[in-house]
């Protein structure tokens, strides 16, 4: 297993609900629910959660929010487990200063996404990532998620990418690309793609459905004999979570478990009926939900 | 809404020279962007767009943001527009940026669809519906699914144009290229502008026209020219294209004498030996260069 661990939850950051906030007002971040979400996600079988990355909505936290919930995760990390912060930035200035300011609050190693939107070419990406690397002593996972940033980073280039000091692992979000890279640990980006990533020499995953059925992953990871049949049985929780924009789905499932509220930040919305009924279905079919939520 | 003009600039921002290439963070150069804003209007455009994608919006800090688009409206020549560029991931922040662009007189904001978080459609239309709220100004939509992750389909942009004050499109999806209900369409990207003219669209927020102001102006007023004119430009378009629009523009405007320093900001690079002498020879193509 990696150091950092083998089973890592890209944990969700709750905010409170607060009636009455207009739609450009933010609800604020529910830090007891984020500290108590942590400890349940470890329990139910994580390795360690990454905090702050796009389930986390990092997109939408101030840079105070940001780094708090880094600390948070750190102050409060269960014994043997690892904490991971989300700290990529389009603007490389802007992902150094989050990944010096998370090095110095205790992180156990950074993940930072591709420069998204403003789609850099080779070279600026190189560059960006040498200035990351400069920026902590920690170990940086690299995450490939073309159909968000607009720019894939293709085997080769990771290659390359891991030949820089301390550029150790790559979360791999572009199925077509799933392969084992040399110099870099691979953890799967999705869900569905865990078993394959498994098959192809990958250490691990950065996983949504952990937040519900970490056991179940865990034994995908622990014992390959069992991989095949978790795998099918979970398939159509991962589909039911996939209903639309991620993190909605997981924040609506977590609040029918009487996890945390769902409430978000715009651009993100709540689900609708339909895709509440979808999630429901999912977790009822799972016996994931307590007696009275079920569907 | 008010005629913003068939030709705007997505102006880049000039950065300066001095400061050490590895710290990634030269100044904007504010002279060299007012002089700049005059040259590109004096080339032909209507007017422009301040702190869009080719502006490195991305890498300004609100503060750098708010400034440009400020110079902008104050070094505003005559009969011109300014179109400010305020989109975010963030929908706070989106209406922050256009509420503080509306009180700077731009005259039009563009929007873009929030890039990387993916919302879902429920999710856009609450998005314009409260940046439309921040502003009294009219909205243009920016759909570049390239950048992004997420297409507007021509349907969406019809529902997001029942809200009030978004009037236009910026399409860069050239898939969905056509005109919508309720939306003036901009072409998005230099190689559709012919075409967008040609279906009634309103016009284009151009990159080559930094360069080739006065023969995509000649596109607009001469509608027979129109073609054969675009034809001649197709190698600039494609030289351009060899790098981020930005990179590439800059070192155009260099090698034209209008910009002193073709400095842009991390994760952008600029221009290698052979990207540089692309542009050179897609100058030369089309005349604006001689040997």
Do not use: W
Not at chain 2, 94 to 119: F, K, M, W
């Amino acid at each position: 297993m990696s150091d950092l661990g083998a089973l890592l939850t890209a944990i969700v950051t709750p905010f409170a609900d607060r009636p009455g906030l207009s739609g450009r007002e933010q609800a604020p971040v529910d830090e007891e629910a984020f500290v108590r979400l942590h400890k349940l996600v470890i329990e139910r079988g994580s390795d360690g959660v990454v905090a702050c990355g796009t389930t986390g909505e990092a997109s939408t936290l101030s840079d105070d929010e940001h780094l708090r919930v880094i600390q948070l995760a750190v102050e409060n990390k269960p014994a043997g487990t690892t904490v991971i912060a989300g700290a990529g930035s389009n603007v490389t200035a802007h992902a150094c200063e989050l990944t010096e300011r998370a090095t110095e609050l205790g992180v156990d190693a950074i993940l930072s996404v591709t420069p998204y939107y403003n789609r850099p070419n080779r070279r600026g990406i190189v560059r960006h990532y040498e200035e990351v690397a400069k920026a902590t002593d920690k170990p940086i996972i690299l995450y490939n998620i073309p159909f968000r940033t607009g720019t894939d980073m293709p085997n080769d280039l990771l290659a390359e990418l891991a030949q820089i000091d301390g550029i150790v692992a790559v979360k791999q979000s572009n199925d077509a690309n799933l392969a084992k890279v040399d110099g870099l640990d691979l953890y799967a980006g999705n869900d569905d793609t865990i078993l394959r990533t498994l098959e192809v020499g990958g250490v691990g995953a950065i996983s949504v459905a952990s937040h519900l059925v970490g056991h179940d992953i865990k034994r995908m990871l622990d014992h390959p004999e069992e991989r095949g049949d978790v795998n099918a049985r979970l398939q159509p929780l991962f589909a039911a979570l996939g209903v639309t924009t991620n993190p909605s789905p997981i924040k609506a499932a977590l609040s029918m478990q009487g996890h945390l509220s769902d409430v978000f930040r715009l651009p993100i919305v709540p689900c609708d009926e339909h895709e509440a009924t979808v999630i429901r279905d999912a977790l009822t079919a799972l016996d994931l939900l307590p007696i009275g939520a079920r569907a | 809404m008010p005629d913003l003009g068939a030709l705007l600039t997505a102006i880049v921002t000039p950065f300066a020279a001095s400061a050490k290439a590895a710290s990634g963070k030269p100044a904007v150069d504010e002279d060299a962007f007012v002089a700049l804003h005059r040259f590109v209007i004096e080339q032909g455009s209507h007017g422009i767009v301040a702190c869009g994608t080719t502006g490195e919006a991305s890498t300004l800090d609100d503060d750098e943001h708010l400034r440009v688009i400020q110079l902008a409206v104050q070094n505003k020549p005559a009969g011109s527009t300014v179109v400010a560029g305020v989109g975010s991931n963030d929908t706070a922040h989106a209406v922050h940026l256009a509420e503080r662009a509306t009180e700077l007189g731009a005259d039009a904001l563009l929007s873009v669809t929030p890039y990387y978080n993916r919302p879902n459609r429920r999710g856009i239309v609450r998005h314009y519906e409260e940046v439309a709220k921040a502003t009294d100004k009219p909205i243009l939509l920016y759909n570049i699914p390239t950048r992004t992750g997420v297409d507007l389909p021509n349907d969406l942009l019809a529902e997001l144009a029942q809200i009030d004050g978004i009037d236009g499109v910026k399409q860069a999806n050239n898939a969905n290229l056509a005109l919508v209900d309720g939306l003036d369409l901009y072409a998005g990207n230099d190689e559709i502008f012919g075409a967008t003219l040609d279906l009634g669209g309103a016009g284009g927020i151009c990159v080559a026209s930094h360069v080739a102001g006065a023969a995509m102006r000649a596109m607009v007023d001469e509608p027979a020219r129109r073609g054969a004119i675009d034809a001649e430009l197709a190698p600039l378009y494609a030289a351009l294209s060899v790098a981020p629009a930005c990179v590439s523009s800059k070192a155009a405007l260099q090698l034209l004498g209008q910009l002193t320093s073709d400095r842009v900001r991390l994760p952008m690079v600029e221009t290698d030996e052979h990207e540089r002498q692309s542009v050179r020879d897609g100058l030369l193509a089309v005349g604006l260069l001689k040997d």
